[in-house]
Structures are given as C-alpha cells and as structure tokens.
C-alpha cells in the first residue's frame, strides 16, 4: 500500500505533493507553518488539504501497523500463504483487514474448535464436498466416546459447527452483506416498556423507521443518546424480507457458497448450516458494525459541523480597544457587572438586581450610566443566557435615558463563561474576585477580541454543537484543538500583550514555552525584535522558525516583525525595497 499515492488520489493532487508535506510534517512542522510558509515545497497545498492529510496519514499509518501485527501473528500460525499475504497487503480499510483476520484471530476455544478436536472437520467437508451422501450415514463413522460424540446427531452438530463459523468468517461474503445491509435495511427505534413518561422528549423516535444509510447526522446522534439512556430500542430490518420465509440473507450465504435444494441428501442439513450462520454468527455482528458505521459518519459529520461553529465564534469581527462594561445577567441571583478598558483590564465590578423579587430597576440603570460616565465606556456587552432579554430591554432603557453616553449594546454568546469563572486560569488572573463576577469580564473580553479570550477555555466547553457531548470526545477535542490552532495562526499574535493561553495555540509553541514568553517579558520588558525571542529559555532555532512568522512585535526596531513576512524571507522584502526605494517597509508587508 503506497500511502502517498492513496492520499494523493483522495485530495486529488499529485503524489510528490503529499511526500513533501509528510517529510515536513515529519519533521516536526505544523499544518499552519506548512500552508503559510511552506508553499512552495507543498506545491500550494491549503490548510484544508493539509488537515485531510494529517488525519488520513494517521488512520494509514495505524492501518499499516495493524497490518503488520496481524501478517506476524498469521505467520506464527503457520498459516500465511502468499495469497493470503497478498490479501492482507490489498485491504484498504481497517474493517476489510480485520474481516480477512477473523478465521486466524486468537480466540477463546469455541464449539467449532471443539469440534475439531473431536476430528469432525473431515466429516463438515466430506457433506460440504458431496451433498449426495446421507448425513446420518456418513456421520455414523465419526462417533467419538472419549469426545463425548456417542451419536450421528452429536457428529452433524460439530460438523454444523465447523461450517457455520467458516461461512460467517469468510471475508468477501462479510464484506457483501455488510454492504448489501447498508444499501436496503432500515433503522428502527422503539420506546422500552415504561419508559414513555421518563423518556418524552425523545418522542419523536418512540415508532420510528428510515433507511439506515439515509440517517441524517443529527437524528443519529438522538437515537443512539435516546439508547445509551435506555429509552430507545434500536433494531436493523429489512423491509423487503417475508416473514414466512427465509431471510434474505440466508439464502446470500447459501448462494456464496453455491448451496442449493437440489433434492440431494445433505442439501436440507447444508442449507440449515447456512441459516444457522446468519442468525447466529453474522446477523449479530453486523448489526453492530452497522450502527457502529452510522455512528462513525454521523460523528464525523457533526464534527465538521462543530468546527465550522467554533471557527465562527473564534474569529467573529473584534469590538476593538474600547473600554466595555459587561453584564452576566441573573434573575435571583442578579445581573452581575465588569468593566474593563481598552486593553482588557479589570476596572470596577458590582451586582445589579433589576429583575424579581428585588426590581430595583431605575436604580440599576443609574447605576450602570455611572459606571459607564466613570470609565468613559462605549460598549455594552451582553450575555445571552438566563434573564438576557430582559437585561437586553435595561440596557435599552439606559442607552435611551442617557443618549449623551454614547453607548452601544450588543448581546454575546457566553457559552463556556462559566467554565472559565471557575478554571484555573481565571484563578491565577483575578485571585480575589468573587468567581460569580469573573464570567462578566469575560463577557466583556470576548466582545474585545473574541479569539482572545475563547482560547483560554477549552474548545468543548464553548458550546458548538448540540451533540458535540454525544460524539467521540478524543477525536473532538483534537479536531477543535486544530480549529483554534489554525484561528490563533491565521490572525497572528502580539508577543508583546497575548497572554500564555493564546501564545500556546502559536505554531511550534507549547504551554510551557508560552508561559516562558510571558515571564521573559514581565522581567526584560517588550520584545523589541523576533531575535530576541530566541533568548526565551527552551526555545530554539526549531521552535522559531515554526513560530516567529505568527508572532508580531508592533512598533518595534524592524517594520517587518508587524507583519506576516517570515524572518528567513527579510532579506527578500530588503531587496525589493532596496531596488525601489520609493516603496516603504510597511507597503511591502
């Protein structure tokens, strides 16, 4: 399998294209410093096509390693023969390698293998072989005391079992109902007896019944969450299968191994073999692979979902350096108040109790156009969650009774702002605020600079999606982690104000090299030129060449280190301006 080649023919481009992003990212380049700084080596691949990559060089290079795995243990066996070897080399997928493993798969001792320590196998192929041979008779020669197979119906009972654990393992008729499954069965939902009452808000899917393969991602995800609680009762059935015959399915295993009523002698006892291994072995298998399937796509649907939303969220237009007053609003508990000014800093806090029981509502207004006439605030930034409505219509009544303030409102998502109130982080920064206050500040932040202040949270807790708690939280957190790293790049960071939790997202920087940033700079001062970066402690030549480009240094010695243009290529830009000295650093970056 030529993993470049695969990846090169799903994105489209050419193979050299994809050896060259691999070696990059081999050797320790990040998806954003290789779209940005890299182009010429990728031969123009974006970041998108760098994320496909990156995810599908991993799921190859696990399958590879499986394979690898699983040709040794086969070999061990003594039983990997060159086309089965070849095989193996062939599967594309990890479920194709893993159908070709089954029949040499360790496993506990079952009746199959029983059976054919009992010495039956001769007895399944002589029957298999020849149909024409009475089962009674021929299994008459294979009684076995010592085994326990004291009659002809213990002999054809192995034998049964011998052949019914060879049609459910053979991979190719595996793949063919599996595929022949998801093509025509229908998902089915139940309510569990008794659980109407306890389970109503999954009433929708109490008698439900639609194409499994036509599942839409969300009603998915419902299903399997209405299961997991033991509301739901999920079946696979097939619309097309009379209940008075056999299964479809059946009569495919039957066919796959040219199992016919031909009025021979072993053909009734072989077509049961066959049904047995359906109903037994196969149906059962995979039903599960074919939610696991569904689950699988649906979480990978709304994972993309997710992304897009948190990428939104992440890089929704800045307010600007302008002192803002935030407002986490509260009903009981009331509306709590934060202002903060241009540059993010706490200035004042308070609680408001405009809404019942209490209704000090002129007085809450009064209260905030103090605040706002102290502090010269321009904005208000509102939280969206409980009593935010109401807290919209005070900051109206505010923002009309005093006209000459100048104010403007805007309501804001303040998804994960308790999280935050609660973390460490929001500790470490405001070690005597009352925790109920700190979601206000950064309520206000967030309307400042949204990228800012989102990624001191973690990615899951913002809130991008309505089942992002239902899908795979590994898988996830590391599509959300690569949301935030590419939002925190493609804007760029000011070394000289981000704090330790947005430096840590900066290509090449990890949290500890971050918080070494920051120190560097609360004991030296401001960052004057990239150089000095490399005076950090742990950071090296690597890190800042994956870093440097995303770390901007504004009014420093050199124009360029404002820019995006990446240090390696100043004495380029040096050129240019020097060849035309009409054009100024600034133009040319």
């Keep these: 399998m030529n993993i470049s080649q695969i990846i090169a023919n799903e994105l489209a481009v050419a193979p050299a294209q994809v050896d060259a992003a691999v070696t990059l990212l081999d050797e320790g380049a990040t998806v954003p410093f290789v779209a940005r700084y890299r182009k010429e080596v990728t031969q123009g691949l974006d970041d998108t096509q760098l994320r496909q990559l990156d995810v599908r060089l991993t799921y190859l290079r696990e399958l590879q390693e499986r394979r690898g795995v699983i040709l040794k243990s086969v070999d061990e066996q003594g039983k990997l023969t060159d086309a089965l070897k070849a095989q193996f080399l062939a599967a594309e997928t990890k479920t194709d390698l893993e159908d070709l493993y089954l029949p040499y798969k360790p496993k506990r001792r079952t009746k199959a293998q029983m059976a054919r320590e009992a010495g039956l196998e001769p007895l399944a192929d002589a029957l298999f072989d020849d149909p024409t041979q009475v089962p009674e008779t021929v299994a008459a020669g294979y009684l076995n005391v010592d085994a326990g197979i004291t009659a002809a119906a213990d002999a054809l009972e192995g034998a049964k079992q011998i052949l019914m654990e060879r049609f459910a393992e053979d991979p190719t008729l595996t793949g063919t109902l ?5 093509d025509n069965a229908h998902l089915k939902s139940e309510v569990v ?11 929708d899917y109490f008698a439900y019944d639609e194409a499994i393969c036509k599942v839409p991602s969300h009603r998915a995800l419902a299903l399997f969450r209405g299961r997991n609680e033991d509301i739901l009762y999920l079946t696979l059935d097939l619309p097309t299968a009379d209940a008075a015959g056999p299964h479809p399915c059946e009569a495919m ?7 016919e009523d031909q009025g021979r002698a072993a053909d009734a006892w072989l077509l049961q ?3 047995w291994a359906w109903k037994i072995k196969l ?8 939610k696991l399937r569904l689950r699988e796509a649906a979480e990978d649907s709304s994972m993309t979902v997710f992304a897009k939303n948190l990428s939104a969220l992440l890089l929704a237009a ?4 302008m002192t803002t007053i935030g407002l986490d609003p509260g009903i009981r508990t009331g509306v709590k108040v934060a202002v903060i000014d241009e540059t993010g800093k706490l200035l004042e806090t308070t609680t408001l109790y405009p809404h019942p029981p209490k209704k000090q509502w002129d007085a809450s207004i009064h209260a905030l156009a103090q605040l706002a006439q102290r502090h010269g605030a321009k904005l208000v930034a509102i939280g969206n969650g409980t009593a935010s409505r109401e807290t919209d219509r005070l900051v109206a009544d505010l923002v009309k009774q005093h006209k000459t303030l100048g104010l403007q409102k805007i309501v804001v998502s303040e998804a994960g702002a308790s999280v935050y109130s609660a973390s460490e982080v929001a500790a470490h920064e405001f070690p005597s605020l009352d925790v109920s206050l700190r979601g206000a500040v950064s309520i206000a932040r967030r309307l400042q600079d949204p990228l800012a202040e989102l990624v001191k949270i973690d990615p899951k807790s913002i809130g991008v999606g309505q089942y992002q708690h239902d ?11 690569g949301v935030v790293e590419d939002c925190v790049n493609a804007v760029g960071v000011d070394v000289n104000s981000a704090s330790a939790e947005l430096l840590m997202h900066v290509s090449g920087l990890s949290k500890t090299l971050a918080e070494n940033i920051v120190q560097f700079r609360n004991e030296h001062g401001a960052f004057k030129n990239r150089k000095k970066l490399l005076k950090v402690p742990r950071l090296g030549d690597k890190t800042y060449e994956q870093a440097a480009g995303f770390l901007r240094i504004r009014e420093g010695d050199n124009a360029l280190d404002a820019s995006a243009v990446h240090p390696e290529a100043y004495p380029v830009v040096e050129k240019i301006v020097g060849a035309a000295p009409w054009i100024g650093i600034k133009e040319v970056s």
Excluded: I, M
């Excluded at 899908?471 to 982690?481: E, I, K, M, P, S």
């Design 178 to 182: 599996r595929e022949f499954l998801w």
């Design 253 to 259: 295993v039957a066919s796959h191994f040219k199992l």
């Design 471 to 481: 899908v795979n939280q590994t898988q996830l957190g590391r599509t959300l982690d």
């Design 318 to 321: 800045p307010a600007g350096a």
């Design 273 to 275: 073999c066959a049904a």
């Design 193 to 203: 007896a008794g659980k109407e009452e306890e389970g109503k808000k999954f009433s």
């Design 283 to 290: 149906q059962t298998r995979l039903d599960v692979d074919l």
